[in-house]
């Protein structure tokens, strides 16, 4: 009787990328020449993934993490990306919550809290930018709230709410900075200018040729590293910002009547005074 554990050793092996490719063959396959080979309906995924084992909890879970994915575009692998760092930032969970509910909520928070209006409203997805009037200018500046307003710095912030199931839903947050890092771009071109314009007045002023050219390499240097600087802090301070936004939709601190308004804060602090005797 020949040995089992030395037959199953003998088995071929597949791994995880080959598993992908074999699947999307056999679905390509089963498809037909007149359907679309491409593109599949979340019950044919379902079926799929029931095929392999997988169980239809964690195939909604991912299918939901593949509709709230953001595609990188090519500008964050071209020469501005690498000078001055990302220009995107991203953040995702699930959480409990009903779509429509978290998607309030995001709306609630993202105009009231970071001072954004809607630009786009999508029934799974809205698109914000940020505010341009007097007052916002005033509260940014003031960082009223003792707020530092991380996300009024982004050409547009995203949100799109995805469900799981009856009583969860994937949360992809976005915020775009391509406007920050072209000021941060324009920054450096300025201070070539200046350095530039240095180096001609000593040269015309007969200064020694090795002193003469330091500015033209000095001021650019220190723009372009102040500048890489800022990009990566505004980038930084943007994702901490996204994380806890999602930290509190998962706590469920938003949405609650009262917590993220002047008025519930006024009645909370009304509330908290001891009474006259």
């Given at each position: 009787m020949p040995d089992e554990r030395s037959s199953n050793s003998l088995t071929p092996r597949i791994d995880r990328a080959g598993l992908e490719r074999v699947l999307a063959r056999a679905a390509e396959l089963q498809s037909g020449p007149n359907d679309t080979a491409e593109e599949f309906t979340e019950e044919q995924l379902l079926e799929l993934g029931k095929e392999v084992g997988l169980s239809p909890q964690h195939l909604r879970q991912a299918l939901a993490e593949e509709r709230t994915r953001s595609i990188v575009p090519d500008d964050e692998r071209g020469v501005a990306a690498s000078l001055f760092g990302p220009s995107r930032?991203?953040?995702?969970?699930?959480?409990?919550?009903?779509?429509?509910?978290?998607?309030?909520?995001?709306?609630?928070?993202?105009?009231?809290?970071?001072?954004?209006?809607?630009?786009?409203?999508?029934?799974?997805?809205?698109?914000?930018?940020p505010t341009h009037d007097f007052f916002s200018g005033i509260k940014r500046a003031l960082r009223v709230g003792g707020r530092d307003y991380a996300l009024s710095h982004?050409?547009?912030?995203?949100?799109?709410?995805?469900?799981?199931?009856?009583?969860?839903?994937?949360v992809g947050l976005d915020a775009d900075f391509r406007s920050q890092r072209s000021r941060s771009a324009r920054q450096v071109a300025g201070t070539t200018v200046v350095g530039a314009a240095a180096t001609a007045s000593l040269v015309a002023m007969g200064v020694m040729v090795a002193v003469a050219v330091a500015p033209v390499v000095v001021i650019p240097a220190t723009g372009f590293v102040a500048a890489r600087a800022m990009q990566g802090h505004v980038v930084t301070r943007a994702q901490l910002a996204l994380e806890q936004l999602l930290d509190r939709l998962e706590r469920g601190d938003i949405g609650r009547r009262g917590t993220d308004s002047l008025l519930g804060a006024i009645v909370a602090a009304a509330t908290s005074l001891p009474p006259r005797r």
């Amino acid at each position: 009787m020949p040995d089992e554990r030395s037959s199953n050793s003998l088995t071929p092996r597949i791994d995880r990328a080959g598993l992908e490719r074999v699947l999307a063959r056999a679905a390509e396959l089963q498809s037909g020449p007149n359907d679309t080979a491409e593109e599949f309906t979340e019950e044919q995924l379902l079926e799929l993934g029931k095929e392999v084992g997988l169980s239809p909890q964690h195939l909604r879970q991912a299918l939901a993490e593949e509709r709230t994915r953001s595609i990188v575009p090519d500008d964050e692998r071209g020469v501005a990306a690498s000078l001055f760092g990302p220009s995107r930032v991203r953040a995702s969970r699930t959480v409990a919550g009903r779509p429509t509910d978290i998607l309030a909520a995001l709306d609630t928070w993202m105009q009231r809290q970071e001072l954004l209006i809607v630009k786009r409203h999508h029934s799974d997805r809205i698109v914000w930018e940020p505010t341009h009037d007097f007052f916002s200018g005033i509260k940014r500046a003031l960082r009223v709230g003792g707020r530092d307003y991380a996300l009024s710095h982004a050409f547009e912030v995203s949100g799109t709410v995805v469900p799981v199931d009856d009583v969860r839903v994937h949360v992809g947050l976005d915020a775009d900075f391509r406007s920050q890092r072209s000021r941060s771009a324009r920054q450096v071109a300025g201070t070539t200018v200046v350095g530039a314009a240095a180096t001609a007045s000593l040269v015309a002023m007969g200064v020694m040729v090795a002193v003469a050219v330091a500015p033209v390499v000095v001021i650019p240097a220190t723009g372009f590293v102040a500048a890489r600087a800022m990009q990566g802090h505004v980038v930084t301070r943007a994702q901490l910002a996204l994380e806890q936004l999602l930290d509190r939709l998962e706590r469920g601190d938003i949405g609650r009547r009262g917590t993220d308004s002047l008025l519930g804060a006024i009645v909370a602090a009304a509330t908290s005074l001891p009474p006259r005797r």
